[in-house]
């Protein structure tokens, strides 16, 4: 999609990295939608901040975490890649992480979102 707008490989992974820091990393207050939220036995545990409605998203972290085993990256990383696809697709999170769950998406090393 970036790329057919003319844009490079350079500054598409540019923009990436800079949102990825915004809102995984960003200042808390003003930034961020991403909040780690302690550990339990089973490891780390976060959750999203459905800025629009003012709410907490947890839903898509299972699915992220099969994205992270796919392409042995971050779950921070993979719940991007999650959102990113259903943005690019126009479909719901919800559509997408099912996709996952049933199989019929399998995320690679090679994709862009």
Do not use: C, W
């Amino acid at each position: 999609m970036f790329l057919d707008a003319g844009h490079s490989p350079k500054e598409i992974s540019a923009k990436i990295d800079a949102a990825f820091q915004q809102l995984f990393h960003g200042d808390p207050e003003t930034q961020t939608v991403y909040y780690p939220a302690g550990r339990n036995a089973n490891g780390a545990m976060a959750y999203l901040a459905d800025i629009n409605n003012k709410d907490v998203r947890s839903e898509g972290m299972s699915y992220g975490m099969m994205i992270a085993v796919q392409l042995d990256v971050s779950i921070t990383e993979s719940i991007i890649r999650l959102r990113a696809r259903a943005f690019q697709t126009d479909r719901s999170i919800d559509e997408v992480a099912a996709d996952v769950v049933g199989r019929r998406l399998r995320f690679t090393a090679t994709d862009i979102a």
